[in-house]
């Protein structure tokens, strides 16, 4: 549950920053606005991961044990 929640937040904040880069009239804030769209994509791609990673270490597990 948890990590749907942090994922529903990076994705929250990827729209932000995609928001915030489209409007930017300054570099800095196109900066930032893609950084936040980079960082959120990333994150939950690693939340992904992380699922997926726990499910095969439970499997392994199981055939060890």
């Known amino acids: ?3 749907w929640l942090l994922g529903i937040l990076a ?3 990827a ?3 995609a928001i915030l880069a489209a ?6 804030m196109f900066t930032f606005g893609m950084g936040l769209v980079g960082f959120g994509v990333l994150f939950v791609f690693w939340l992904i991961k992380d699922h997926f990673d726990a ?8 055939f060890v044990a």
Not at 23 to 28: E, F, L, P, V
Not at 55 to 62: D, F, L, P
């Open 55 to 62: 499910i095969e270490k439970s499997q392994a597990a199981r």
């Open 1 to 3: 549950m948890t990590a």
């Open 23 to 28: 409007g930017a009239i300054d570099t800095g």
């Open 11 to 13: 994705g929250f904040f």
């Open 15 to 17: 729209l932000l920053g």
